[in-house]
């Protein structure tokens, strides 16, 4: 089924412009799709990709029909006339409902959708509603990150429970997590970055300017100073060898590294924690997660929706660009959020962060005084300008004047 699909014109053209996390779903779907269709009793020839397509063209009905079976299917529910659903083994293998509902209803509407295969309204609303339990929620209330301090009565970063999850991890996935918690950019956008993306900034906190992948809305952001340590440090001992065009995380074989990689990580690295989760839950300390908690350090910091956004590539409702807004305005307002960002040194880091602040605002009050002072000279010469103006205008006033009481007095002169 694999090669089918990976070799089907149809599914090529539909995925050429989706994002890669989108192609491997539509993919995996279709390959699932292929094994029920084909599991059918009694079945001479094998039935492809583009043998589905034409029949949704020709009979959209019996497509529809299909991805109710399918849906079925996936959980294991019997279909009269198909096999069961299996594991590689031989295993009976099902499959939660809200996952079935997103492949069944999700992905291959979307397929098809892409291809300009309308389906019916009626069918449509006909899909069965899931009700989706957020198991992985529950999970994250068990384990936070932000806690009260009742003493200060402030909201504090439990950096003793991340960096527990850190020393777990190796170098190089210790960097990746400081980086995505920093940032708060998913696993995908970080992993398409290089090694000279790195070495081409001086700067003690790294700038990020991209396009999510996912949405492809801009975000603006930081990656903090510690996490800008853990990085440069990484490729000083791990990729120093490697050319400025090399990913800058690889995972074995030196191949550019993925979230799936980095999702199997997280969850060995929580088991060795102690931490349990079951069927259907969600690991409490997924790569997500820290995309999650760099929007609690924002709410936590107070700063306005708009850097927010900037920061974490959302769009913008306030109607302002992003890109209008200066770079050191941006780190102005990142570093009221770094402190619940930061895991370790958190005095070391506290001070510095201190004196960016006090840099940035003399540099935003050096910028002012600047422009203040452009403003008056443009403002002085464009009055200076006007005076002579109408100092040449009064002028030509009196020479006209002049010229009057002349031709006036010759006038009379005439008439006596």
């Known amino acids: 089924m694999e090669m089918r699909v990976d070799e089907s014109e149809v599914v090529s053209k539909v995925l050429k412009d989706l994002a890669k996390s989108t192609q491997a779903n539509y993919k995996a779907t279709l390959k699932q799709l292929l094994t029920f269709v084909n599991s059918k009793e009694g079945l001479s020839q094998e039935i492809s990709i583009e043998e589905l397509v034409a029949e949704a063209k020709t009979d959209v009905k019996e497509t529809q029909e299909r991805i109710d079976q399918f849906f079925k299917w996936l959980q294991r529910e019997d279909i009269e006339g198909y096999a069961p659903r299996v594991d590689k083994k031989g295993e009976p293998k099902t499959m939660r409902e809200s996952s079935a509902h997103q492949r069944a209803y999700g992905f291959l509407i979307g397929f ?21 339990v957020k198991q992985a929620i529950k999970k994250d209330k068990i384990y936070t990150f932000y806690d009260v301090d009742e003493k200060t009565r402030t909201i504090r970063f439990n950096r003793e429970r991340m960096q527990q999850f850190l020393a777990n991890l190796k170098l190089r996935d210790v960097a990746i997590t400081l980086a995505l918690l920093s940032s708060s ?145 941006l780190e102005l307002e ?70 009057w009481r002349e031709e006036f007095t010759r006038s009379q002169g005439k008439g006596t």
């Open 112 to 132: 098809f959708a892409n291809l300009d295969i309308p389906l019916e309204r009626k069918w449509r609303r006909r899909i069965p509603k899931v009700k989706r």
């Open 334 to 403: 990142y570093l009221h959020v770094e402190p619940f960002l930061t895991v370790y040194g958190e005095v070391e880091e506290s001070l510095e962060i201190r004196e960016d602040v006090q840099r940035l605002r003399s540099d935003l009050d050096s910028m002012m005084r600047n422009f203040t002072r452009n403003v008056e000279l443009v403002a002085r010469d464009v009055f200076h300008k006007w005076m002579r103006e109408q100092l040449e205008a009064d002028r030509e006033a009196m020479r006209d004047m002049q010229k």
């Open 185 to 329: 950019q998913d696993s995908g956008d970080l992993f398409n970055l290089n090694v000279g993306d790195i070495r081409e900034q001086e700067n003690n906190r790294i700038f990020w300017e991209e396009n999510r992948e996912k949405t492809g809305v801009l975000f603006r952001t930081f990656i903090s100073k510690e996490a800008t340590r853990f990085i440069r440090r990484y490729i000083q001992q791990e990729r120093r060898k490697a050319e400025d065009n090399a990913p800058l995380f690889v995972y074995r074989s030196e191949k550019r590294m993925t979230a799936n990689n980095l999702a199997s990580i997280y969850r060995d690295a929580a088991r060795r924690m102690g931490i349990k989760w079951e069927k259907g839950e969600q690991n409490p300390l997924r790569p997500k997660r820290m995309r999650h908690l760099f929007r609690t350090a924002c709410d936590t910091a107070g700063i306005t929706e708009l850097y927010t956004n900037a920061f974490m590539g959302h769009k913008n409702n306030q109607g302002q660009d992003y890109s209008e807004v200066s770079r050191a305005k």
